[in-house]
């Protein structure tokens, strides 16, 4: 089965670029192919393709280049928010609590 992980690879803790942990060197490759799809018939035309019109070659050229939706939420979900302050701030004391033993 591809993309599965023997037991000897799979992390063991939450920790990154250490032993027992996820390896950050493995990074998977992707490859991408981009082709023009005609319907009905699902006729595919390999991209780029200089026989295509250039009006055709611009607007394949905009839609490549575009940002995706997705692209957007993955790099706002990974995006730290701002940290409000809480109206309590000012007022608050810091007690410690003693410890209880047994």
């Not at 803790?13 to 319907?39: C, R, S, Y």
């Not at 200089?50 to 939706?69: D, F, G």
Request: aromatic share 4%; with cysteine.
């Amino acid at each position: 089965m591809s993309g599965v992980i023997p037991p000897e690879k799979r992390p063991r803790q939450l920790a990154i670029g250490v032993e027992g942990g996820f390896n950050v060197d493995d990074k998977p490759t992707f490859v991408e192919h981009h082709a023009l799809v005609l319907l009905p018939d699902f006729a595919r035309i390999p991209l780029p393709n200089p026989e295509l019109p250039e009006l055709v070659q611009i607007v394949v050229q905009a839609i490549l280049t575009a940002p995706s939706a997705s692209r957007t939420d993955d790099i706002l979900a990974w995006t730290a928010e701002p940290r409000l302050v809480s109206k309590c701030v000012p007022t608050s004391v810091a007690v410690m609590a003693p410890i209880r033993g047994d």
